[in-house]
């Protein structure tokens, strides 16, 4: 089983959102992260990994007036039980700002993984991988979804629904629920030089 990989960078935005810092125990605490813990006295609570902040939860982008959204909705709940959806409304940018309160959602461990439906997926990737603690991919194929899940412990999918069956996208979600969220220790080692790279050329 993977462990829960613990970085610097995720534990400041924890810190930031303010309350208990909750963390499974048991995780892989990066060097940095230990060094961070060292610099900042703040309260952290272990927890078992079965109490974990909804291990399996998954939360959905979705615009919930059209009935193929609404269908695919019922269809996960049949098997996922309820699923937390957040509704892209409100004109120009409302898929970007509905894609950045899900990044919120995982980053604050509130729910596990996400899904967006988009007809467009570039945009959503983008934004999405701009939060630290987030790792999206594109959706086309089962298999680059396994791929994605194995090397990266993908966390959200982003699916671009207008050209994909209801049974391919369901495919596709199930892979995601099945895969790990940790990557692995070197790859989360190099994700964290990127960001603590701030985007900067010389990293």
């Not at 935005?13 to 060292?38: C, E, H």
């Not at 078992?48 to 902040?53: F, L, W």
């Not at 594109?138 to 396994?146: D, K, S």
Request: a neutral charge.
């Amino acid at each position: 089983m993977s462990r829960p990989v613990v970085t610097a960078i995720m534990l400041e935005d924890l810190r930031r959102q303010g309350g208990d810092i909750r963390l499974v125990k048991g995780s892989l605490i990066t060097p940095s992260a230990r060094d961070w813990m060292k610099d900042h006295p703040v309260h952290v609570t272990w927890i078992d990994s079965d109490q974990g902040c909804t291990s399996g939860k998954l939360a959905l982008v979705m615009d919930s007036a059209l009935p193929e959204m609404r269908a695919i909705r019922a269809m996960l709940e049949r098997s996922l039980g309820p699923v937390e959806v957040v509704d892209p409304t409100g004109g120009h940018g409302s898929l970007t700002a509905a894609v950045r309160r899900l990044c919120g959602l995982i980053v604050r461990r509130e729910v596990s993984r996400g899904v967006v439906f988009a007809t467009d997926g570039a945009v959503p990737v983008c934004v999405a991988n701009k939060h630290n603690g987030v790792r999206a991919a594109l959706g086309m194929t089962v298999p680059m979804v396994e791929e994605a899940g194995r090397e990266l412990g993908i966390n959200m999918l982003v699916i671009e629904y207008p050209r994909l069956t209801t049974y391919l996208m369901r495919q596709m979600i199930d892979r995601l629920m099945s895969s790990s969220t940790a990557a692995s220790p070197e790859l989360f080692a190099s994700i964290e030089a990127i960001e603590q790279g701030g985007g900067r050329a010389d990293w």
